[in-house]
C-alpha cells in the first residue's frame, strides 16, 4: 500500500459545481498535511495548509480525519482556473521527508 | 514568484552520461530539498539539505548526490544517467512553516 494515495482522476465537472477530493494516508505518526495545486508543467504551489479543526480559505475547504487517516479538499463554486493537478502532502512526525501523493486531476469545463 | 530559480530550464543527456542541476533558494530559507516528478506522478523525495548537510534522503541510488552552499544555492548531481532519470527535477526551499516553495524545474531528458 503507498504512504499517500490519491485518485488520479481525471475529475471532469462543469463551471459552478461542487467538487471533493479525498487523499488517504497510511502513517498513523502522520502530523502535518497540506493541499498543493500543480499547473500543466507548473511546479507545485501550496493551496492550504490542513488543521485539525479543518480551515477554510475562500471557495475552498479542507479536512481532515485522523481515525480514517484521510483528508479532504472541497472546492464550491468551480471556475475554469480551478483546473489543474491537486497534490497532497504529508509529514510524519519527526521525519524531513514529505510524502506526495500523485495528484488528482481536476478539469472545469464551461 | 517564489523567489527559487533553477537552471537549466531543459538538457538532453545520453545514458551513462552525468548531469549538474543548480538551483538558488530564497534568501534565508536553510533548507532546500530535491524531488523527481516523472510524468503523471507526484514529486518523490530525492534528498534535504540544511545548513549545508544532508539531513534526509529518499529512496534513491548513490549515484543521486548534492551539495548546498553558504550563499543558498544548491546542487543535484546524477552520474551514470538511465533512461528512467528522465524526469522534471525540482527544488524548493522551506519556510518556517514547513511551507515548501519551488523552482520551475529542470526538465531532463536521456536517451
Known amino acids: 500500500r503507498k504512504e499517500v494515495e490519491q485518485d488520479p482522476g481525471p475529475f471532469n465537472v462543469p463551471e459552478g459545481a461542487t467538487v471533493a477530493f479525498n487523499c488517504t494516508y497510511s502513517?498513523?505518526?502522520?502530523?502535518?498535511f497540506f493541499w498543493y495545486r500543480q499547473d500543466c508543467r507548473k511546479e507545485p504551489k501550496l493551496l492550504m495548509s490542513?488543521?485539525?479543526s479543518g480551515n477554510e480559505d475562500g471557495r475552498f475547504t479542507a479536512q481532515l480525519n485522523r481515525a480514517s487517516q484521510y483528508i479532504s479538499l472541497l472546492i464550491r463554486d468551480s471556475k475554469l482556473s480551478d483546473s489543474a493537478t491537486y497534490l497532497c502532502?504529508?509529514?510524519?512526525?519527526?521525519?524531513?521527508?514529505?510524502?506526495f501523493g500523485r495528484g488528482t486531476s481536476l478539469i472545469v469545463h464551461p | 514568484e517564489t523567489g527559487v530559480t533553477q537552471s537549466p530550464t531543459h538538457l538532453i543527456k545520453t545514458r551513462g552520461q552525468q548531469v549538474t542541476l543548480r538551483c538558488s533558494s530564497q534568501?534565508?530559507?536553510?533548507?532546500v530539498s530535491w524531488y523527481q516528478q516523472a510524468l503523471g506522478q507526484g514529486p518523490q523525495f530525492i534528498f534535504q539539505y540544511y545548513r549545508e548537510e544532508e539531513n534526509g534522503r529518499g529512496n534513491f541510488p548513490p549515484r543521486f548526490s548534492g551539495l548546498q552552499f553558504p550563499n543558498y544555492s544548491s546542487e543535484l548531481n546524477v552520474n551514470a544517467l538511465e533512461l528512467d532519470d528522465s524526469a522534471l527535477y525540482l527544488c524548493a526551499s522551506a519556510g518556517d512553516t514547513g511551507e515548501l516553495f519551488f523552482g520551475e524545474g529542470s526538465r531532463l531528458t536521456v536517451l
Open positions: 534568501s534565508g530559507h536553510n533548507t
Open positions: 502532502v504529508v509529514n510524519i512526525e519527526g521525519s524531513y521527508i514529505p510524502t
Open positions: 490542513v488543521y485539525s
Open positions: 502513517n498513523s505518526a502522520s502530523q502535518s
